[in-house]
């Protein structure tokens, strides 16, 4: 099977603007989590989506959304940008259901820099 | 609450010594573990998971870790370090419904 993936790799934009980032999780699974990592908080839980419904939600501010289409696959948007935004995000696939022995399989990582 | 602390920003090994990773967990139901590794530019790889049963799990590129419950805690091993193993680990627990918490990861570096 393929593993997860996710697009651009890299993205370079200015404080204000906006960003979409794409996730294409592996074949079968539902449920699509995003993670910022950043040096000085580490990797921290943004959301996630099942079945094109968000379940979860971590501490981050409405600046950060994101959904998911019918066929699995979730976009992140990020609203007007800030230098801190600056980040790798992550995207996880699983298959989603509420045992949590459930596997997270993660993508590469879109490298997010604001300037 | 569940969490994870992982004691150690740094470890430095010798190639050859034995690799010891640092986590203990806090948590008031019984935690479902996981181990991932990251290689620079790259997401996390899955090493190992304690979900129920045998409290010593064996994972990849001979990596292996033991639950114990009464020191709440799931230290990673491997016997010999390789050149290769240099990365950052990160020990993580499930909370449920495809959410993890890490701990603030551990930067393996290993010297020749």
């Known amino acids: 099977k393929a593993g997860v993936t996710q697009t651009p790799r890299y993205l370079i934009k200015t404080r204000g603007q906006q960003v979409t980032l794409s996730c294409s999780p592996i074949s079968g699974h539902r449920s699509v989590s995003w993670y910022q990592q950043t040096p000085g908080q580490g990797l921290q839980f943004l959301f996630e989506y099942f079945s094109e419904t968000q379940r979860n939600k971590g501490n981050f501010p409405g600046r950060f959304s994101g959904r998911q289409f019918s066929n699995s696959r979730s976009e992140m948007n990020v609203s007007t940008l800030e230098l801190g935004d600056s980040a790798l995000y992550l995207c996880?696939?699983?298959?989603?259901?509420?045992?949590?022995?459930?596997?997270?399989?993660f993508g590469p990582g879109t490298r997010l820099t604001v300037l | 609450a569940q969490s994870v602390t992982q004691l150690g920003s740094h470890v430095s090994v010798s190639e050859g010594a034995l690799v010891l990773l640092r986590c203990n967990y806090s948590s008031s139901v019984p935690p479902y573990l996981f181990w991932y590794v990251q290689y620079p530019n790259q997401g996390l790889q899955l090493l190992l998971k304690y979900t129920t049963g045998a409290t010593l799990v064996k994972g990849i590129n001979g990596f292996e870790a033991e639950f114990k419950k009464s020191e709440t805690s799931f230290h990673l091993t491997k016997p010999s370090a390789h050149m290769s193993d240099a990365a950052e680990y990160f020990c993580?627990?499930?909370?449920?419904?495809?959410?993890?918490?890490f701990g603030k990861g551990t930067m393996l570096l290993v010297s020749p």
């Open positions: 993580a627990v499930n909370k449920g419904y495809s959410t993890l918490t």
């Open positions: 996880a696939s699983s298959l989603g259901g509420p045992q949590r022995s459930d596997t997270q399989y």
